[in-house]
Structure formats: structure tokens, C-alpha cells
């Protein structure tokens, strides 16, 4: 992974837990419960046990008593509460499909609640906890693109959107990073034209990220294999007037003078 996320984990966690919407005001009792087997409680209690054990460091044990608040009491304002907290605690736990099916639900049911931004971008977040290295499969990575992109379409103008679009950085430079090693695998097996798309597809769509310097230079690497050095002299030109004092620019210089030398003066 371009970047290390285990440094970020507690961090994360601590920003969710911030923009976290303040659903316990209010609860009364302090009830505690040995575990989570059906007894019936009344609202209070239940969702006050709940929250005990979420503040305890417990939240799987938080998730299902959140989730027997609902189940108990399905009717009650403090269900819409529950529904949240429980994927809020699945998300603590790192059980990420329970977090995501549990925030779903609730956008099922109250697609309109003001949770609701917070539930999609607790979504968002969970898919961008589990994004994994470039070298594997980025269908997570994409995931978690969408998601962020929804947050940021749906609620524009809130801090999750805010938080949003910082995190959209990583997952681009994820997309173009994997775009990067296809391309790099095409190009020593000598599928000249397949690498060209992938270098040219990271230049035209994750043009921000750090591999677009790469990816002209590869582009000049292509075209001059497919004995295209006016291409190649485009690609060139374009690395030295972004990039012009880039490993990468030097490389394709001297590329550029050592295989098409007319081309390159003219």
C-alpha cells in the first residue's frame, strides 16, 4: 500500500467517533448486562447497557445489545439511535460488513433522518479501512471511491464531505498505482498497445496522483517501441513542462536523444 495505515487506524476511529452525532443525550440509567441473550429491559436500560459497553471497549458486545434495542423496542425513537450506534460499534470492532449492512438498513428505513449523512459516510469509511495493497485486486479500492464520491454528491457541504475529498487522495493514488503495475507487467511481456492504455489511462484519469510522471515516461517508452516517436516526443514535452526537474523527465530526455535524435530536435 502507497501508505501506511496502521498509524492512521486510532486516528480514524477518533474522527468518527468526532463527527459522531451526540445520539445518547439524554439516556437515563447506567443498567449493565452480563451479556446479550434475550431478556426483556425496558428502552433505558437497554440502550444505557449499550453504551456502557461501547464505552467500556466492548463494542461487539455494544453492537448486539444496540441491536436488541431495535429488536425490543422497534417503534421507539431510540431504535432510529440504536441502528446508527450499532453499525457505529461494528465499525469500532472492525467487522466491517456489519457495520456497512447495519448503516444500510437504517438508510433503508430512514433515508431522510438527519443520521443520515453520517450513516453513508460511515459506509464510505468502512470500505476505506479494508483498502489493501496495490499489488492486489482493487475492487474495495473502488468501493470505497464510490462511496466517498456519494458523500461528497449527497452532502457537499458538511464535514464528512470535507473529510471526504482528503480521502479520495490515498484511493486515486490506490487506482493509479494499480493502473501503474498492469501496465508495467504489459510492457515487459512486450504488449506494446495494452501498456500504452493503462500509462495513457492514468495521465487522462488520476492525472493529481504521484505515478503521472511515470506514466508519461512509460508512454514515451511505448510509443517509441510501437516506432511512434512523434508520439513519444508529445509525451516528452508534456513530462518536461510539468515535471522538468523529475527523474523521469531526465530519463525520457535521454531516451528521446538516444532513439529518435531528429525528432527530438525538430
Known sequence: MTVTKSGWASARRHLALCFLPLLVAGCAGSGKVKD???VARDVDTLYSAAKDKLDSGQPKVAAALFDEVERQHPYSPWARRAQVMSAFSYYVARDYN????AAQR???VHPG???????????????YEQISDVDRD???????????????????????????????????DHLAGKEMEIGRFYEKTGDWIAADIRFHNVVKNYQTTSHTPEALYRLVETSLAMGIPVEAKKYAAVLGAN????????????????HAPQVAAN
Open 36 to 38: 446479550t441473550a434475550y
Open 98 to 101: 456489519k457495520s456497512i449492512g
Open 106 to 108: 437504517f438508510l433503508q
Open 113 to 127: 433522518n438527519k443520521e443520515a449523512p453520517y450513516a453513508y459516510y460511515l459506509i464510505a469509511l468502512c470500505y
Open 138 to 172: 482493487q475492487k474495495i479500492t473502488l468501493q470505497a471511491k464510490n462511496a466517498l464520491e456519494e458523500v461528497q454528491k449527497r452532502f457537499p457541504n458538511t464535514k464528512y464531505a470535507t473529510d471526504a475529498r482528503l480521502k479520495m487522495d490515498l484511493v486515486q
Open 243 to 258: 515535471y522538468p526537474g523529475s527523474k523521469w523527465y531526465e530519463r525520457a530526455y535521454g531516451l528521446m536523444q538516444k
